[in-house]
């Protein structure tokens, strides 16, 4: 059974322990959408000063709506439109201290202001994204893009 965790440590630390219970979590589990839905729901439990966390999946060459925590999202977003569509495209993480200030951003939710997206890269191939969108800017840094590249390392070789 999962039980939430206090994250008492340093942001390494809590890291480290969070991604461990990725790893509790879809161990054995061989579902990608459930594993995806479990790990939103975890990251949202995990962090402070967000306001959405989810998958974006790729589908030919835009990305469709997946498991998320948050109010309702855009559905469809073209590979290289937006964050998640650019980081797509890129094949990199993007971290953008102030949306408003990222050419075409794609305005889902008026109260983001800041936002990290992920890409999920499987056998060399785009799959899909890890989007977290924040209410403060500069809410993400160079931590963050690190440890998160880890946990959807882990996510996808599940």
Request: with cysteine; proline share 6%.
């Amino acid at each position: 059974m999962f039980r939430p965790m206090a994250y008492n440590g340093t942001r390494e630390e809590n890291y480290a322990l969070v991604i461990e219970q990725l790893k509790s979590l879809i161990s054995g589990e061989p579902n990608f959408i459930a594993n995806l839905a479990n790990a939103a729901a975890l990251l949202n439990q995990f962090f402070t000063d967000i306001n959405w966390v989810g998958f974006y999946l790729a589908d030919g060459e835009e990305l469709v709506l997946g498991p998320f925590q948050g109010l309702p999202a855009c559905v469809r977003i073209p590979f290289g439109k937006g964050v998640c569509g650019t980081a797509a495209a890129k094949r990199r993480t993007v971290v953008v201290p102030d949306v408003h200030q990222f050419p075409g951003h794609i305005a889902c939710d008026a109260a983001s202001q800041s936002e990290i997206v992920v890409p999920l890269i499987k056998d060399d191939r785009v799959i899909g994204v890890l989007d977290i969108d924040s209410p403060v800017k500069n809410r993400f840094d160079d931590i963050d893009r690190r440890y998160l590249e880890q946990f959807a390392s882990v996510l996808i070789s599940a």
